[in-house]
Each structure stands twice: as structure tokens, then as C-alpha cells.
């Protein structure tokens, strides 16, 4: 099983693909997802049209948990909404980029677990923690878990 990283387009008018995460992160997002078991799949989109197309594709990617970044969607259309409403999995809202006003978040839509922002890249280390305890995993090098005060001894 997996979890999905879905990337939306970027507030640029050629709408070009642009970088996910710093290759430091990223390697230590495989390194973390792997050691509980589970894949990443890394998707970016161009478009709200190509967003919205992965976002119904998250089942065939064998998803269990999307991280989206919804880019320049985060005011989002009545058609990203509808597409978040029927997404068969939860998801988390990451946002890479400085700290948002809330209404430039996409609100309650579909199962959204939480929204994370305003950490750089590192928002996505922290809402992959929240993805994995979310699915049980709870083994963590640090013994400090996410949303837990067991391990505070």
C-alpha cells in the first residue's frame, strides 16, 4: 500500500512543473515511508484539470493516504471540491510555503485529517508523521509520537 503526494501547479503563467522537495527531504520522506512499510508516489499536475484527474486516480496507485499541496488550487473550484469530496481515502493538506491566511486553505472538504503549513518543505516530514500514526504506525526513531503524551515519561 501507499501513500500519494499530490503537487498542484504553481501560481507561474506557464503553469511549469516545479520541484516537489529538496532532495534531502524527499530521501528521508522514501526512508521513513519505507521503514513502515510503505511506498510514496510522488505526483505533480500543471493544471486544476490535471489535478483533479490524479486525484481520481489515487485508487489505482493503491492509496492509502494522499499529502496534498493543492498549489495555486487552494482557493479551490467547485470542481476540486467535488473531487475531494469523493476521494475514497483520507488526506492531509500540506502547504510548503509561508504561513496562509485561512480562507486560502480549501476548508473541510471530503476526509481531510488536517492541514499542515507554513514549515517550508519540512511540512511535508511533519504531515508524513501525521499520515503514518494516522495508519497505525507509531514506531519512531525518538519515541516522541505525533498527537501522543505516552511517550513523554
Not at 498549489?71 to 471540491?81: K, N, P, Q, V
Amino acid at each position: 500500500m501507499s501513500i500519494v503526494i499530490i503537487r498542484g501547479p504553481e501560481f507561474v503563467a506557464t503553469q511549469s512543473v516545479r520541484p516537489l522537495v529538496p532532495d534531502s527531504v524527499r530521501d528521508g520522506l522514501v526512508a521513513r515511508a519505507a521503514a513502515a512499510g510503505k511506498d510514496l508516489v510522488f505526483r505533480t499536475c500543471r493544471s486544476e484539470e490535471e489535478l483533479l484527474q490524479t486525484l481520481r486516480r489515487v485508487r489505482e496507485d493503491r492509496a492509502e493516504l494522499v499529502l496534498l499541496d493543492p498549489g495555486c488550487c487552494a482557493c479551490a473550484s467547485e470542481a476540486i471540491r467535488r473531487g475531494l469530496d469523493g476521494l475514497a481515502v483520507p488526506y492531509i493538506e500540506v502547504h510548503d510555503d509561508e504561513p496562509q491566511a485561512p480562507e486560502r486553505l480549501l476548508g473541510a472538504c471530503g476526509p481531510r485529517l488536517t492541514w499542515v503549513n507554513g514549515y517550508g518543505a519540512q511540512s511535508y516530514t511533519l504531515a508524513l508523521a501525521i499520515a503514518l500514526e494516522h495508519l497505525g504506525w507509531a514506531g519512531c526513531e525518538c519515541e516522541v509520537h505525533v498527537g501522543t503524551w505516552a511517550s513523554w515519561r
